[in-house]
C-alpha cells in the first residue's frame, strides 16, 4: 500500500480537540492505517498573516485508497469536523492537506501533489521532518531535512505543550 503524509491545521475554536478528532477520523478511513504522527505544533500564519496563530501536524499513513479517493475521504473529515470555507490562507476550524503520496507527481484540476509551497513552509517542513527527515521530494529530489535547512520560511514554529487545567 502507498504511504501519503497528510498536513493537518487549525487556529479558531478549540484547535488541539479539532486536530485531535481528525486524527481520529484519519484513522478510520477504510484501507488506511495511521504510521506516525508528529508533535503538534504552534506556528504563525503563512499567507494572510492577520490572523491567529495555528496549531499544525503531519501524519504519516500507509493507504490502500487512490490519491483522489483520499482526499475525498480527507475533505470529507474536514467538513464533519466542523470546517467552514473562509478562503484561501484565511483562518479555519480544521484544513487537512494530502502533501505527498508515495512517489507520485499529480497535477489536475482538483489537487496537487505534492502539495504546493511544502519548500516554501516550516509548518509543513518541521512536523514532516521529525517524522521523517530522510523522504525525498520527488519534484525537488532532496530530502525534507534538506529543503528544510534551504528554506527561506522565518516564521514561528514551536512544539505546543497543552495547559493543564
Known amino acids: ?4 503524509f497528510l498536513g493537518i491545521g487549525s487556529n ?5 480537540s ?6 481520529r477520523e484519519i484513522g478510520n478511513i477504510p484501507s488506511t ?3 506516525q504522527t508528529s508533535s ?8 494572510n498573516t492577520d490572523q491567529d496563530d495555528f496549531l499544525n501536524c503531519v501524519l504519516k499513513i500507509s493507504t490502500g485508497l487512490s490519491a483522489e479517493n ?12 466542523g470546517r467552514v470555507n473562509s478562503g484561501k490562507w484565511n483562518e479555519r476550524e480544521i484544513d487537512i492537506d494530502l502533501l505527498f503520496y508515495g512517489n507520485e507527481i499529480i497535477s ?4 496537487n501533489v505534492p502539495h504546493l509551497q511544502i519548500e516554501n513552509r ?6 514532516l521532518a521529525e517524522i521523517s527527515p530522510d523522504y525525498i521530494h520527488p519534484v525537488f529530489n532532496k530530502t525534507v531535512s534538506e529543503l528544510l535547512s534551504e528554506t527561506k520560511d522565518n516564521l514561528k514554529v514551536i512544539k505546543y505543550q497543552k495547559s493543564k487545567a
Open 18 to 23: 479539532f486536530i485531535e478528532n481528525s486524527i
Open 122 to 127: 516550516n509548518f509543513v517542513l518541521i512536523p
Open 108 to 111: 489536475t484540476d482538483r489537487m
Open 33 to 35: 492505517e495511521i504510521m
Open 12 to 16: 479558531i475554536g478549540e484547535r488541539i
Open 1 to 4: 500500500m502507498p504511504e501519503a
Open 40 to 47: 503538534v505544533y504552534e506556528t504563525e500564519p503563512w499567507g
Open 70 to 81: 483520499l482526499l475525498i475521504e480527507i475533505k470529507a473529515i474536514e467538513l464533519r469536523t
